[in-house]
């Protein structure tokens, strides 16, 4: 087996596709390293401005009193651009990078505009971005999940078309099968060499574009980013296996290998062009998404109610104890009743997304653009965990100021309103700050399903290239 | 000898496995996709009715002039089915004020959809032609000449009477009528789904059948490619992997690699501030004029009686990403207090002098921004543009697009419409004397009657001027074809067999 996957090699080698292949990753390769080189310092930069303001913002609340604090809540969150822009893009155009912590809502005023009555921070998930500014021609970025998802797949299937097909034509088939090789043997011995050809220009131009990208002084990668690469360069292999095997099956199954070519591309233009967009198209018309509109309405309504119920603590002046507890309740609720909007609204509209991304999950290629993009950590699943990240903090700081005022006996304990709160200093210091973060097991296991669909793919694949072969005549 | 050739060709490549796969393929992908595209055209048009139902009933709430908010909508294009372009992806939504210039940087959207589904981009026919065209123009092609040298019978034809450039023409025929086949047959359907749910006019059957003109341009710079590749080499498999190699070159690698290879040029930041400031300078010459004004008139300042008596709310900014300058006087008040009723004759000679003044203010910035926008967000688009011209593909899709009208001119003809449209207001509102008229600050002897404002109607362009804007490319498309098809022609004159 050993020999035919060494002669195979050899064969590739010196074919002019394997130049044409190397020139061409290179390029691709080349282009990525460059333009991320270029583009990622002004993104990490754009993120720690943004940082530093909203931590200066959180400085400001925290430095006084606690009720200010309870109030105004931390500055916006941003989510950190990953290292790993380059290896999936993960339409990060379209994804909202902020996640905005609202000024306390004011619900009275009296006439000479001076704040009577003010409630306390929520989160606010913004909208997608609309592209409505930008007029250029659509074009996909150059990533990593593109060379491999398109190009790559793409060579697969140039390497192994004529892998039988061609062989049964010059004759040679039957004298490699006179020997007394077993015929899986040579099929798997087919499948390596075609495999061990493709990733030796890939691995290059990886290569070439890391060392590239890691000695740049402006991009730096850190050790769990390695690994991450390492989980990306395994998938590649993965992916450009199951296009091995798709040729090599159809290779077997035909007898010239010009209609085993055109019978590949067809199914490579299907399955890689088509398939993912027209499923989301079909699977995003099921649902009809709400309105901005319909999402004000819905919460008109709410808040109607919410001030019925609070009506008589609301406008008293009075600080007693029951007043205070009535309008610290009413400052909470509507807090929470409005971050709970906010939530099911992105729920709602993740959900669509999920649903599209399960029906095009047939499709090998966009299984991969997911994964890549999981471990890339950009993408969808990337924002929900940012998201999930500032829910944690919210929670985490809200306990905090709960614990600080437990902590000073002469506090009535009614958060939310001045009068109810600690009275005592809290120096910025002592506040948790907010840091995001990715998690890898995480990422493994939000990745498993998808991760075994592929291999899933590749082994139906092989077995059906093998039994093909073993049936076929030659 | 020549129709003899093309029959043989003709029924060589009917009878193909690789004919019948095409067929099958280019039907099926068209006829699910337009389905597709036809639910999500129907989507946006009942959006849009539904704003301009919305926008109907805005207007009318408005009780005075100076409260007013026209909002105009732009009609999804019923052509976007065919090629999408900047349709679904620029702002279809522009308010008509006389203190602000309608600019495509300054429109919304009032779509509904989920914006994240984004990330799924919906793929157009022109998209599907694209891909699939320029492979089967490959497929049809690799071998024509290189298969028959193979085959050994190109040296029987070469051995009749016949010239080498009548051999080519047959062999271009025949395929192309081959081709052709799949691209009318895919077509009808689409049309066929179209025109049950869709009303098309006379124009836009004109219109596609423009697009379906270049398709077959494009089509067949495709087959000349390939061609070319099957005349230069001598063996079939050679010539497929390096038609399969240009294929994925021009079709996948080149456009998306221009684009990344492209610096966005210059600090466009800096040029911003430049112009920011420079609009700001007039703006600052707006709000003295006006200070002046008020002075003179004994009613300065922002907390004098005057301005209280009539609820003013004045303000001139300019927005320093898109540029927009806006200068707006309004007056929120539902009655006037009867102390205050001595300021009513200085309000109508304020809003007399005021009020062209800031439209005057506006036209004044505009051509400072417009230049200043062109530069910044439309020449890099250009650039692109041109650069992706390089590729068929880049030529096909700015054809289709300038045919459809959803390419830039045609987006920004509603704009320029828009504009004119705020020239017409301004007009009515002179005509009414409404500047100098009571209704503009305060409705309490009477509401404005909107229903002798003029209404905004968007025509799409002509087909001329779609022909026009497409005519430069369909050149270009015919030219590569003719050179081409000369190239082929002249190796293969030279050629060996």
Redesign the interface.
Known sequence: MWHITKREIYDNLNS??FA?TTV?LL??MV??A??HI?EHPKRVQTYRDAVTESSARLTAHADGSLYKLAQYGPGNFYKKPSSLHFCANG?ES??PDTIKVGDPPVFATDSENRVILQGVWSLSYP????????????????DWA?IIG??LS?IAL?FTF?AFS?ERERGTLRLMLANSIPRHTVLIGKFFGALISISIPFALAALVNLLLISTASTVHLTTEAWGRLGIIFALALLYTSLFVALGLLVSARVQQ???S???L??MW??LV??M???L???A??FS??????EFWKQRNPIEEDLWDKYDEWLWSSKVDDKTLRGKSAFFTENAEREERRHEERLRY??S??YR?RAI?SISPATLLQHLIEGFAGTG?ERHLQFVENTQRYARQLREFVADTDRADPESPHILGVREGMSKKFITPESVPRFEDTLNLSRDFNTAAMELLLLTLFVLVLLSGAYLAFVRVEV | MLKTLIRRELLDNLMTSRFAAVLLITLLLVVANTVVLIQDYEQRLESYNGAIRTHYQELRAAKTYSTMAILVDRAPNPLSIFNVGLDKRLGNLVGIYHGFMPTLWNAQMHGTDNPFIAFFSLIDIVFIFEVVLSLMGLIFAYDAIAGERERGTLRLVLAQPIGRGQILLAKYISAMACLLVPLILSLLFALLLLMRSIPLSTADFLRIAGIVFASFAYLSLFYLIGLLISVATRRTGTALMLAMFVWGFLILVYPNLIRATVNPGGDIQARTKIVEDQIQQILDEYERERQKFLEKEGIAGETSEFSKALGLHSYAFVDPVTLMSYVENISLISEIHPEFEQYAPSAKRYYNFVEPLSARTVEKTWHIRKQALDEIYVRQAETDRVLLKFSPVGVYDAATQAWAGTDLEGVRDFFSTARRYRKAVIDYLYAKEAFSSREWFIADKGAVDWSTLPQFTFERSTVGTNAKRALPDMFLLLICNLALFMLIVLIFMKSEV
Not at chain 1, 127 to 142: E, F, I, R, T
Not at chain 1, 288 to 293: L, N, Q, V, Y
């Open positions: 002019l596709r044409l061409l390029a691709l282009t990525n460059v333009r270029r339409g379209i994804l909208d997608a971005n609309l592209q409505n500014k930008n007029v250029g021609p659509k074009v996909s970025q150059v593109f398109s190009i793409l140039w004529d061609g290998s010009a209609v070519l055109m019978i591309l067809l233009v299907t062009v088509f993912p967009s027209t989301a198209s079909i995003s018309s009809p998404a709400t309105s901005f509109d509209r993740s669509q997304v599209a095009t969808f």
